[in-house]
C-alpha cells in the first residue's frame, strides 16, 4: 500500500511546547503534503515540500523530508491550544492522487 | 486562495434512498475533482476520480454504481448516494484542481443514514 503510516496516532502536550509527528511512506513520490483537520471539518492546507526538497518552514510549521528513508516530519513550534486538530500527511505519486496517511491527533492543553 | 463548496453540509436520510452531494469549485475551473470518504477516527480515502466530461475512475473496491459521479462542468461535480444503507454513512469530502494540479478541499458533507 502507498498509504503513509502516520507516527504518533495521538499526541498529548501543553501550549508552549513543541509537537512533533512523523510520516512513512513506500513508494517514490513527486511530493508530500501536511493537511490539518479540525474535527469534523474539511481540511486545511498547510505546507508542500517536494521530492528534491530536504527541509520547508511556513510560520511555526517546520517540515522535513527524507527520501532515503521515505519519511518526513512535521514540527509545531510554540503550540496553541488552537492548534488542536488531526493532522495527515499526504503523498502524491503521480497522476494528481494523494494518499493520506493515518493522522496524528493533536491536544494542546492550555 | 481557491475556494471549494459542497452542498449539503449535512444530510440524514432514510435506508433505501438516494442522496445527491454538490461539490463546487467558485473561483476557478476545476478539470478533476476528487471524491474521498472518511469514517470517524480514520483517513481520507480516495473513491473516484472524476474529469469533466469524461466518465469517473473509481478507486479498487468502490462500486461505481452505487456510488454515481457526474462532472458536467468545470465547476460543479456531483456524488449520488444510491439505495443508501447505515453502513454508508460517513463524511464525503470533494477536492478540486486546476491546471495548476494543487487540490483544494471541500468542507465536507456528513451523511447518516437511518
Known amino acids: 500500500s502507498q498509504q503513509g503510516e502516520e507516527d504518533p496516532q495521538a499526541l498529548s502536550i501543553q501550549e508552549g511546547e513543541n509537537a512533533t509527528m512523523n510520516c512513512s511512506y513506500k513508494?517514490?513520490?513527486?511530493?508530500l503534503q501536511w493537511y490539518r483537520q479540525n474535527s469534523g471539518r474539511g481540511l486545511v492546507h498547510l505546507i508542500l515540500i517536494r521530492s528534491n526538497e530536504r527541509e520547508k518552514h511556513s510560520g511555526r510549521l517546520r517540515v522535513t523530508l527524507d527520501t532515503s528513508k521515505k519519511s518526513s516530519s512535521l514540527l509545531i513550534t510554540a503550540s496553541r491550544a488552537a492548534d488542536t486538530a488531526s493532522y495527515f500527511c499526504?503523498?502524491?505519486?503521480?497522476?494528481?492522487?494523494?494518499?493520506f496517511g493515518g493522522g496524528t491527533r493533536v491536544l494542546v492543553k492550555p | 486562495g481557491a475556494v471549494v463548496s459542497q452542498h449539503p453540509s449535512w444530510v440524514i436520510c432514510k435506508s433505501g434512498t438516494s442522496v445527491k452531494i454538490e461539490c463546487r469549485s467558485l473561483?476557478?475551473?476545476?478539470?478533476?475533482m476528487f471524491w474521498y470518504r472518511q469514517f470517524p477516527k480514520q483517513s481520507l480515502m480516495l473513491m473516484a476520480t472524476?474529469?469533466?466530461?469524461?466518465?469517473?475512475?473509481?478507486e479498487q473496491g468502490v462500486e461505481k454504481d452505487k456510488f454515481l459521479i457526474n462532472h458536467a462542468s468545470l465547476t460543479l461535480s456531483t456524488l449520488t448516494v444510491t439505495s443508501a444503507h447505515p453502513e454508508d454513512s460517513s463524511f464525503y469530502i470533494c477536492?478540486?484542481?486546476?491546471?495548476?494540479?494543487?487540490?483544494?478541499f471541500g468542507p465536507g458533507t456528513r451523511l447518516t443514514v437511518t
Open positions: 477536492s478540486a484542481s486546476g491546471l495548476g494540479y494543487e487540490q483544494y
Open positions: 473561483d476557478f475551473q476545476a478539470t478533476t
Open positions: 513508494t517514490s513520490i513527486n511530493n
Open positions: 499526504a503523498i502524491e505519486a503521480a497522476g494528481n492522487k494523494l494518499t
Open positions: 472524476s474529469n469533466e466530461g469524461s466518465k469517473a475512475t473509481y
